[in-house]
């Protein structure tokens, strides 16, 4: 395997961001300019407030950071748990990292075509269950990496399925602005990421981050994730794709 040097990422980077850029100017609409409106703190501070008094959207923040903590914290383990605990190369990471979230982008192209021909209910409910159930995979066999490494996947297949939908249903429960509703939603998720990946981290940092425990971790969030996203699809059992 050749070692390339770390900055030629930045310059790839560089190039998609200046392709990006021609594709915006040349396709991207540009309506008429139109006198705005007068912003009034007090209509700002209300609307924030009824955002943040929304049940849905707090409960669907929740919801996000707990499923995306096993993903999340994967990223930032994985170099110890693959190449220090599992004692793999540096291929077999790019191998494992790719797998992981294979299931994740998979799933949510997957969604693009079931769309509106199954309910938010069942799809949430389904997605949860498999995630759950790659959780649980991943953690009563962790001495065999294949296997942890394939709940993994499971598990993140299952996240891509209705990691989306709780997102949107989250944001227009508000019946407010869908992009301040959408700034307050990813607000509440950094939060909680924050806080979570953290006490992850320690708790990992006091079990020498073993496989046994961090699956075990994992399956707990996948629990609280069970009970919470469950009561969140029973709310939202009536909406319908539009």
């Given amino acids: 395997m050749v070692n390339a040097n770390w900055r030629y990422i930045f310059i790839i980077n560089a190039i998609l961001a200046v392709i990006s850029l021609i594709g ?4 991207m609409p540009n309506p008429p300019v139109t006198e705005p ?9 209300y609307t924030y407030r009824q955002i943040f008094s929304t049940r849905l959207l707090l409960q669907g923040g929740l919801i ?30 790019i191998v494992y990292q790719s797998l992981v979230f294979g299931g994740f982008i998979i799933s949510s192209i ?22 759950v159930g790659g959780l649980f ?12 490494i394939g709940g993994m996947f499971i598990s993140s297949f299952g996240i891509g399925l209705f990691n989306g939908s709780i997102f949107r249903l989250a944001i227009t429960a508000t019946k ?3 992009s ?5 939603l990813n607000i509440i998720q950094s939060l909680l990421l924050a806080g979570g990946l953290e006490i992850l981290n320690q708790l990992c940092a006091k079990f020498n981050y073993s496989l046994a425990s961090y699956t075990l971790l994992n399956l707990g969030i996948g629990g609280i994730m069970l009970v919470i996203g469950f009561n969140f699809a029973h709310l939202i059992k009536t909406r319908q794709w539009q």
């Fill in 24 to 27: 915006l100017a040349k396709n």
């Fill in 37 to 45: 409106a007068p912003l009034k703190l007090s209509n700002i501070l």
């Fill in 64 to 93: 996000i950071s707990l499923i995306s903590l096993p993903m999340i914290s994967w990223i930032g383990l994985a170099p110890i748990l693959v190449m220090k605990i599992m004692g793999k190369s540096f291929g077999s990471y």
């Fill in 110 to 131: 997957s969604v693009q075509f079931i769309a509106g021909r199954i309910s938010f209910y069942k799809l949430i409910t389904h997605g949860i269950l498999i995630a």
């Fill in 137 to 148: 995979l991943s953690w009563l066999f962790h001495s065999s990496n294949p296997l942890f």
């Fill in 176 to 178: 407010q602005s869908n």
């Fill in 180 to 184: 301040m509703s959408a700034a307050s």
